[in-house]
């Protein structure tokens, strides 16, 4: 039946945000917020879900909604349907070799998994399981050796696109890591609070913490000094990553990569304008999750305006908020080629693995088909902001 899928044995998430729940349950509660948190107040976190909540679906009747066309394509690669699962950074901490898990999933729903520079498993790794084509996303550091080599064994494993993410030169603080000790040295009586979080999530630390090999970090691990706790990490980016990136750097990345090229992090108008100068074969607008900047715009709200500045001259994806086939909707009714989920994917795996991701995608595919039907629009590709009521659309 079109909208209901499957559940995984022993589970019943009906939805996203089922997935959140399971996953708070499952993860000790550091590296649910981990996941889960922003930066600073959250505000920015909050609206790219509220905005997009407070964006209405037009609904239309008596059209033939028999078949719906939800493929596409995007840099000229076939998606099953408009949906990326974006980088997230230490994904192997929420589920034992978790990034590897994803790319099978999405593999199997025919869409497309990105690989993140902060990736537990390698590129090699996730490579060796699937023959499907899957993205790298590279953070710039300051030696820039390492970008070149990761650069290098991304295209050695075929990755077609590299997604620069260009909105971390800094990284946001982000409250919650700093209560629970995520980062930064900690009190003793917080050392044991955490071990006794962790005894209390039994089947995450045997899985993850002792047969998971968390702390790898497969592609930068030869740049790191030995082995590195998520304590010590937020220290080792803040004096790696480059803050002194700017738009000439892109010459430096042409030079090493001769893939399509994506700007991840782009929010304003003239940005994404300047990207589109630079010749990107695509830009992802996006805050990060929420995770950056706060007090800026939320996702769905910059999109309208990035579409409109840019018009065709550049394919344009979105990433935040997205919890739901009906928010692709929104999000493709204004101009974006597909969407990005990070959380999405996140929570799923830490849920229930490889299962957990390709219910997921299943929920948002039977999510995105009734939408599609009961707006009575039929092809994901010709969605415009027609189907939208309210000021956005006519
Ligand atoms: C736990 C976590 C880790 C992330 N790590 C990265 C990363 O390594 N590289 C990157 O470009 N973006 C990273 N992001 C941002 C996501 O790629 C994406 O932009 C964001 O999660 C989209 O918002 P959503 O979570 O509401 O879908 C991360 C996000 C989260 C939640």
Redesign the pocket.
Known sequence: MRGVPDRPLGLAPASIRDYRELARRRLPRQIFD??DGGAYEESTLRA?VADLNAIQLRQRVLRDVSKLELSTTVLGQELAMPLIL?????GGMLARRAEVQAARAAAEAGVVFCE???SICSLEEVRAVTTAPFWF?L?VMRDRGVGEQLMERATAVGCPVL?L?VD?PVTGARYRETRNGLIGAQPVGKRLVQGLDFALHPSWAYSVGLRGRPHTFGNIASALPGAVTPRDFKAWIDSNFDPTVTWADLAWVREHWKGQLVL?GILDPEDARQAVDAGVDAIVV?N????QLDDTSSSVTALPRVVDAVGNATEVLV????RSGLDMVKMLALGARAC?????W?WSVAADGQHGVSHMLRIVRGELEVALSLTGAADVAALDRTVLLGEVAH
């Not at 974006?86 to 230490?90: D, E, K, R, V």
């Not at 990060?288 to 995770?291: A, E, I, L, V």
């Not at 990433?319 to 997205?322: E, L, M, W």
């Not at 990005?340 to 999405?344: D, E, I």
Request: charged share 10%.
């Open positions: 981990y996941v790219n974006g980088p997230i950074g230490m993140s520079t902060l996303q953070y997604v993410t971390l991840k996006s990060h999750g929420g995770r990433d935040g908020g997205v990005l989920v990070g959380r999405a996140a």
